[in-house]
């Protein structure tokens, strides 16, 4: 599972993913897990023809390829644990069982949205489900996440965990550097999961630091770290629980390198051509959705009838999402001046 | 009523609140053991220990992320930075997180959170060490900004900042630790935020000051009143938000304003003040607004130099009877340069 060999541009790419038998996991639980994946995938598939459209103002940063991270590492949270996202965050709210109307009418800038057309597509956030902000700026939640898992390990007594996710390019912000000092010190409930898709914007993560082996910069704090396959939702879903343990334990916190690869460009709308190659090609075959859906098929948990049946439910539910969005009213102007204060 | 030090009266009012509400902390550095940098938490580590008064590493992008993310799960959050230059290392926490997170998520996320910071000069602590920053803050929408200027005050705004439930950034000047004031008992005493305080009565011109510039104010009242100039001074008190209405009341009677503040004159908050003063009271004016402030360097080391940068009393007097002087021009002055 845990896969070190990755050094640079010299990756050896393993094709092969976590046996879904040895996993102790129901049909139903494997099921689950393949249907949140292909609930973010559809869903971004859309946002993305939408965008393309016309129809959403503003930036859009697109998930694709990266779903089995926010599915495996959401999958295994309590309800009342915390994560803090990123610009890149459809994928982590959905995870965390977010409303795809209100997410689809926020990226509409409708006032029935998430954020009441405030937030937008980088801003996604639902509260209720523990999401503490999606964020535009790179590194500014992990500090946040810090402070969740402060407030409950040491203030309010709960054995609730924070999850903070991050690109590799917040590895290199100061403010990641600090929490994990942070954390690490206090023996904070906390998970640093890590999304190195290896490109920060448009700038390669080797040609910007010693080394694109992220774990070595959590090593420095005293985190325990692990990089696994973040493109196989089972072996992230497991270095999870393993985390989880420890935060509940008062170990402290764990590092968790998931190496994986965007689909897309960093926004939509931008040329992504200095991601293409040989790389990108490999990647693409290592589609955490349809690698899935093999392993499944091939140890006979699924059949494709199941997996379409699946896919065709979450093309309606993403249908009256983006019903609900066009049908919604656009805000007032002067709702603007609401919410900046209790 | 207690005979209480500016300092005292912070700390008390954090023992109080701290002590009624187990889920208020307060995080900084050197805040538990060592008492404070400027000795303001003194003992409060010794009552609420350390998971309570938390002493942090100097990390100070951590330690407002670490407050801001318990205050939006639960708990209620004091946050102390030394000295408000550092405040420039942890800007993003403050301005794009901690004061937008509430409008960003649409009113989802309640940010109970208070940053105490020190500032100001007069001591030769040089540039790094002696700014006055709070333009900066009143210049972002989302955080509340107070400013107090007596040992009372200070007590009363900062309950009301902690019961606030908003990111609020409460400076205190290092000249007012040390001064002096009755400060009620009454462990719910507040000063409402937005609500500016008549510090002295007077008719002849208007002084808006703020922190130890009213003190300076105050010296310069005596002096104007030898000469026979009767100032009235208004602390605002908070300058987000801003008492507007006081402020122009007292213009609207004396007819006269000028404006003291021991940041940069440039774009200072004093600046914000003058141009409502223009706006909505230009018609009681009988004469220019003045604004008194830092000139426009970074804040120098040497004695001769500092005092020459930072407000004065001197300066003080002299945009009094500047003010006052330009009374009711006949015909209005061709324009004779800047």
Known sequence: MIDSSYKGREMRLNMNMTDPRTVGLSKEELLSLYRMMLRIRRFEERVEQLYAHGKLPGFVHLYIGEEAIATGVCSVLRRNDFITSTHRGHGHIIARGGDLAKMMAELFGKSTGYCRGKGGSLHITDMSLGVLGANGIVAGGIPIAVGAAYGAAKIRHTDQVAVAFFGDGATNEGAFAEACNMASTWKLPMIFVCENNYYGVGTRLGRVAPTEDVTVRASGFLIPAVSVDGNDVLAVRTATIEALTRARANEGPTFIECKTWRHRGHFQGENPSYMYGKEHELWLARDPIRRFAEALLETGFATQEELDKIDSTIQEEINRAVEFAEMSPMPEPETALEDVYA | ?338
């Open chain 2, 1 to 338: 009523m207690a005979k209480m030090k500016f300092m005292e009266a912070i700390r008390e009012t954090i023992r109080q609140e701290m002590a009624a509400d187990p889920f208020l902390f307060l995080i900084g550095e050197d805040v538990g053991k060592y008492g404070g940098e400027r000795g303001v938490t003194g003992d409060l580590w010794y009552q609420f220990g350390d998971d309570r008064i938390r002493d942090t590493p100097i990390s100070e992008t951590a330690i407002i992320g670490c407050a801001l993310g318990a205050s939006m799960t639960g708990c209620r959050a004091i946050v102390e930075i030394p000295f408000n230059n550092f405040l420039g290392v942890c800007m993003d926490q403050i301005f794009n997180q901690a004061a937008k997170i509430r409008y960003m998520s649409g009113g989802q996320a309640q940010v109970r959170l208070v940053i105490r910071t020190t500032m100001g000069g007069y001591v030769g602590a040089a540039a790094h060490h002696s700014d006055c920053l709070a333009s900066w803050f009143v210049h972002i929408p989302g955080i509340k900004v107070v400013v107090p200027s007596m040992p009372d005050d200070a007590a009363g705004l900062l309950r009301a900042a902690l019961r606030d439930g908003n990111p609020v950034i409460f400076f205190e000047h290092h000249g007012l630790y040390y001064v002096v004031g009755d400060v009620p008992d009454d462990p719910d005493f507040v000063v409402p935020l937005g609500k500016a305080r008549l510090i002295r009565k007077g008719s002849d011109c208007t002084v808006v000051a703020t922190a130890l510039q009213v003190h300076k104010s105050l010296e310069a009242a005596i002096r104007l009143a030898a000469e026979g100039i009767d100032i009235e001074i208004v602390d605002p008190r908070t300058l987000d938000p801003l008492d507007q209405e006081t402020i122009l009341a007292s213009v609207a009677k004396t007819r006269h304003v000028v404006i003291v503040h021991e940041e940069w004159v440039t774009n200072g908050y004093g600046s914000e003040i003058a141009a409502i003063i223009a706006d909505k009271g230009i018609h009681y004016l009988d004469g220019p607004i003045k604004r008194v402030g830092a000139k426009h360097v970074p804040i120098p080391f040497s004695p001769p130099l500092e005092n020459y940068v930072l407000p004065q009393v001197d300066d003080i007097v002299r945009a009094v009877k500047a003010a006052i002087r330009n009374e009711e021009p006949k015909s209005r002055p061709p324009f004779e340069g800047a």
